[in-house]
Nanobody, 119 residues
Framework: QVQLVESGGGLVQAGGSLRLSCAAS????MAWFRQAPGKEREFVAA????????YYADSVKGRFTISGDNARNTVYLQMNSLKPEDTAVYYC????????????????WGQGTQVTVSS
């Protein structure tokens, strides 16, 4: 059973930055999703450990960066130029194969961490 432990959420003003971390018990393709109140969970970014290919939602491209530390089995999400619309619970997810933008493709999930961006 893969365990994912997230950290790094918090409250920040618009234009600020936060870095989320997700430690995994095994090495898989990993992704970040987010869910705002009253909205469906949406894809944010993903990374394949092999080749380190990365993928981003259009809404965060150029502002967010996903990266991984293979030795620590940890994935990071650096979030810059944050906007109030980035406010959501952010979830780390993992799967055995190549990364995917679809939440249903991920069997392993973290508990979520709240990110709040004030205007």
């Amino acid at each position: 059973q893969v365990q994912l432990v997230e950290s790094g959420g918090g409250l920040v003003q618009a234009g600020g930055s936060l870095r989320l971390s997700c430690a995994a018990s095994s090495t898989y393709a990993m992704a970040w999703f987010r869910q705002a109140p009253g909205k469906e969970r949406e894809f944010v970014a993903a990374i394949n450990w092999i080749g380190s290919h990365t993928y981003y939602a259009d809404s965060v491209k150029g502002r967010f960066t996903i990266s991984g530390d293979n030795a620590r089995n940890t994935v990071y999400l650096q979030m810059n130029s944050l906007k109030p619309e980035d406010t959501a619970v952010y979830y780390c997810a993992a799967r055995d194969y190549n990364s995917s933008p679809y939440s249903d493709d991920y069997p392993y999930w973290g508990q979520g961490t709240q990110v709040t961006v004030s205007s």
